[in-house]
């Protein structure tokens, strides 16, 4: 991939790390980083090499701070909203990659950040991570998603709790509440999300995406609908090498080899 200035892409076998790289602003969202993300993020929904993403924040004080408020504070309106839509672009994007993402939350992840991590399917946190929505504090409403995926993630009442507060929170409350998966000490973040991306990657590679795929299409639609949904993508999945590898090694008493991308 081609030489970014605000994130660093490195990739090893089937894992790319994404690491938001602006150390100076505490890893804050501008609008060249965010084009960067996209950028990024695009090149890997084509790349059938790359299995597993994990997106973590330069150096130990923040994943990303947030959005750059310097850069916010001479918005118009319609500028806003722009800003708005881009950070909607790159983090459904995110969200809608083929491969696993994995959020590695290392340091305060506040507004834009807290947004990028729930754009991914998996969050880990360092036990020093911070959390938060402080939109409100400075007259504004989270515009990257919060206020969309907060709710569906920890339910209404909670998101309704921390967006109209503004409070920032620790990584034991964001597990406590549904929003990070596990809680780490700092030194085994990365190798925490390493070792669930293994153990991924030893399953069916159409199965995994597959069930990602319904379980976000599913997401927004209604109960009758998403049970729909996942019977047809249920019945794909006979049509697959993966299937037929995954039951006869079952039988067979072995582990599956599977070769699909």
Known sequence: MSDYKNILVATKDSI???TINRPAAMNALDSATLTELGDVVARLADNKSIRAVIITGAGDKAFVAGA???AMSTMTAEQGRDFSILGHTVFDAIEDLPQVVIAAVNGYALGGGCEL??????RIASETAKFGQPEVTYGIIPGFGGTQR???????GIAKQYIYTGAMFDAAEAY?????????KPEELIPTAEAM??????KSPLAVSSAKDAINKGF????GQGMYYEAQAFGVCFATDDQKEGMKAFLEKRKPVFKSK
């Open 176 to 184: 406590r509440i549904g929003l990070v998966n596990i809680v780490t």
């Open 68 to 70: 750059d408020l310097a």
């Open 16 to 18: 790319t790390t994404i």
């Open 220 to 223: 927004e639609m209604t109960l």
């Open 117 to 122: 991590a729930m754009a991914c399917d998996i």
């Open 197 to 202: 991306v293994q153990k991924i990657l030893k």
């Open 150 to 156: 907060l709710a569906r993630l920890v339910g209404k």
